[in-house]
């Protein structure tokens, strides 16, 4: 029993049955040459991501005339296989801040609830607010422990002048 070919012998043979050339394969694809000898070699270390290798591969496969769907299954557990693409890359290197973790809160909130809370907490702040200085006012008022008021006018006796007609 034969082993299964990998994706590069698969697209090199292909390629050699057609009598085709690494120049006019990257002259059609519009892929690199070094890209093409890459994959031809299996050397998917010359890439930067899995996508590009995949994207190309597929590409390759389509100008060759291939069954695409079982040579990317091939290529994926081929890649499983490599240290460099065995896991997809962090989307994040660095760590969480609490700026992040704030920020990420504020984008999931729901605004319209969000405006309704935030002003019903306005409210309840300004009536709390509202009644303390009713409460302080109320405690500090000069008026209210004054003794009963006795009226005396201040020149008792005197009249005021009658007018001149």
């Known amino acids: 029993?034969?082993?299964?070919?990998?994706?590069?012998?698969?697209?090199?043979?292909?390629?050699?049955?057609k009598n085709l050339t690494v120049e006019q394969v990257a002259?059609?694809?519009k892929i690199r040459?070094?890209?093409?000898?890459?994959?031809?070699?299996?050397?998917?270390?010359?890439?930067s991501a899995t996508i590009y290798i995949r994207g190309s591969v597929k590409i390759y496969a389509k100008l060759l005339k291939l069954d695409e769907a079982p040579l990317l299954a091939a290529l994926d557990?081929?890649?499983?296989?490599?240290?460099?693409?065995?896991?997809?890359?962090?989307?994040?290197?660095?760590?969480k801040t609490l700026l992040d973790t704030l920020l990420l809160l504020v984008a999931k909130l729901n605004w319209k609830v969000g405006f309704a809370g935030l002003l019903a907490i306005a409210v309840i702040v300004a009536l709390g607010l509202s009644f303390l200085a009713w409460r302080h006012h109320q405690a500090s008022d000069p008026l209210k422990n004054l003794p009963p008021a006795v009226y005396s006018p201040a020149n008792a006796g005197d009249t005021l002048p009658l007018p001149k007609h």
Do not use: C, W, Y
Not at 35 to 46: K, P, S, Y
Not at 77 to 95: H, W
């Open 33 to 47: 040459t070094d890209h093409v000898r890459a994959l031809e070699a299996g050397n998917f270390t010359v890439f």
């Open 1 to 17: 029993m034969k082993a299964m070919s990998t994706v590069a012998e698969q697209l090199r043979i292909a390629r050699t049955a």
């Open 27 to 29: 002259d059609a694809t």
């Open 77 to 95: 557990a081929e890649l499983k296989g490599t240290e460099k693409f065995s896991e997809p890359p962090p989307l994040v290197e660095t760590r």
